[in-house]
């Protein structure tokens, strides 16, 4: 069974940074791409970014391109989100997923995918 569980959301100015983690545990880490995901408050669940498993090859939301960078540890069954500069309008609960099936092509193919296990995600909060 497959769980993610995310740490590292709390409350930033505008222009600061925080780093989201999401261990992963279950099955074999490393087989399968890890992407963030966000919901703000009456609106849909949207992309942030996403990582394969090999290279690895990442992509970004227009959004959050150059400020955001997503990376894995293997080793560590992990995927963290560091975010830099950051703004109000990011503000919003953020969800860890998981690929429901491995995939071999490049990240940029998996932005509008959504078949992912989720975490329970956890809130980010930017004050301006």
């Known amino acids: 069974q497959v769980q993610l569980v995310e740490a590292g959301g709390g409350l930033v100015q505008a222009g600061g940074s925080l780093r989201l983690s999401c261990a992963a545990s279950?099955?074999?880490?490393?087989?399968?791409?890890m992407a963030w995901f966000r919901q703000a408050p009456g609106k849909e669940r949207e992309f942030v970014a996403v990582?394969?498993?090999?290279?690895?090859?990442?992509y970004y939301a227009d959004s959050v391109k150059g400020r955001f960078t997503i990376s894995r540890d293997n080793a560590k069954n992990t995927v963290y989100l560091q975010m830099n500069s950051m703004k109000p309008e990011d503000t919003a609960v953020y969800y860890c997923g998981q690929r429901l099936w491995p995939f071999a092509g490049a990240a940029m193919n998996l932005a509008s995918d959504r078949n992912y296990y989720w975490g329970q995600g956890t809130q980010v909060t930017v004050s301006s």
């Open positions: 990582i394969t498993w090999n290279a690895p090859s990442t």
């Open positions: 279950g099955r074999t880490f490393s087989q399968y791409p």
